[in-house]
């Protein structure tokens, strides 16, 4: 017996944040909590906003009959309704519970929209840097991720996008506000890509979706917004959750907006419905479903990860560290240091030697290779302040020994 080569080769290739995760659990018990600084995942430390608690108070309460029993794969239509209600606002256009579809979070979204428009040798254009995981969800479905470069700024770059379009391009996926960069695409990079993907339309016949994952829309900094798709282009589809905006990672509830202008509106949520059902998720999480519905716009206070944003740049510029300025999310992508004293060996890449090197400081950050950009690093610093501010003397002095 043997497991899945391709299963296999996925492992040993996995996802760096986890295992540089792990590695920090492990360096906590052995010299505590306080004296390690795992900037390493982004899991959200914000409580829930007060609204939302009511909300689970009063449903874990609740008495009415048949609450944890099986629903239509979509969800609860007041719960769809609810949705609609929120990605009309966001993206300007009107849409009603027909366009959305409940999910088991933003992963369980992508997975979903993915089995529904994917067959096999079919091709997903995403930017890099990218969450590493996505390559794994185009894989799942018989689809290859197709990666293009981002400008210097870390922008959308129309043309590799352009360069990239093929008979076989199925989607375009955009994340924004984007984990690593915290990059938040404007209406022009939108409108531009969506032209593109029109033309390519018009010379090939295959009219690409966009898809975009949202799960930081609503923590941005500085007045940003983030690009309303559904204006710009009609084939278009937008997955989140509420794990990121309302901090509830754990919860895995997450959607599927359609956008109603969409060619094939009808058949794609059709076709989400029914891989919801086959993919094994069956439904989103009943309980989570009744609460979001009257908390959905709950309102949660992001300062402090700006505040936090400010406090960790403050450390790099004095550590002599560069980094792209987030305009969103938690993360920082920082470009390695010019190395003076330690070597890269053969077949290593910096960022990889540079988060080992890290590691000697108790220092916890994830290599870009990850994110598809080499020579950079990601910290999240959506954890506590007593880390930011300890970790100063030890981003100091690494990168002196460095």
Known sequence: ????????????????????????????????????????????????????????????????KARHGYMPNAGYMETRQAIAKKISMEQGISLDGNNVIMSVGAAGAINTV???????????????????EYRSYAANHGGKLITVKTKEDFSLDIDAIKNALTEKTAAVLINSPNNPTGKVY??????????????????????????????????IYDGRKVSPIFQFYPDSVVVSSFAKDLSLPGERLGY????????????????????????????????FQRVIVNCWNAKADYSSYENRKNMLTSIMDEAGITYASPEGAFYLFCKVPENKKETIPEGKTSDGVFCDHLKKYNILGVPGT?????????????????????????????????
Not at 265 to 273: F, H, K, P, W
């Open 370 to 402: 990850g994110f598809g950009r080499s020579g950079y690093i990601r910290l999240a610093y959506c954890t506590s302040i007593q880390t930011i501010k300890g970790s100063r003397n030890a981003f100091i002095k690494a990168v002196q020994e460095w």
């Open 256 to 287: 599927i907006a359609v956008n109603p202008a969409c060619s094939d509106s009808e058949d794609l949520v059709g076709a989400c419905i029914y891989s919801t059902r086959v993919l094994g998720y069956v439904n989103a999480p009943a309980f």
């Open 1 to 64: 017996m043997a497991i899945s080569p391709d299963i296999k080769k996925a492992m040993e290739g996995s996802s760096f944040i986890r295992k540089m995760f792990e590695e920090g659990i492990a360096l906590k018990k052995k010299y505590g909590q306080d004296n390690v600084y795992d900037f390493s995942i982004g899991n959200p430390d914000l409580e829930p906003p007060e609204e939302v608690l009511e909300e689970i108070k009063k449903e874990a309460l609740s008495t009415v």
């Open 186 to 219: 404007t209406d022009e990079d939108i409108k531009l890509l969506a032209a593109t993907l029109n033309e390519h339309t018009d010379k090939t016949g295959r009219r690409p979706y966009l898809i975009a994952d949202e799960p930081y829309r609503n923590i």
């Open 114 to 132: 993915f089995k529904a428009i994917l067959s096999a040798g079919d091709e997903v254009i995403v930017p890099a840097p990218y969450f590493v």
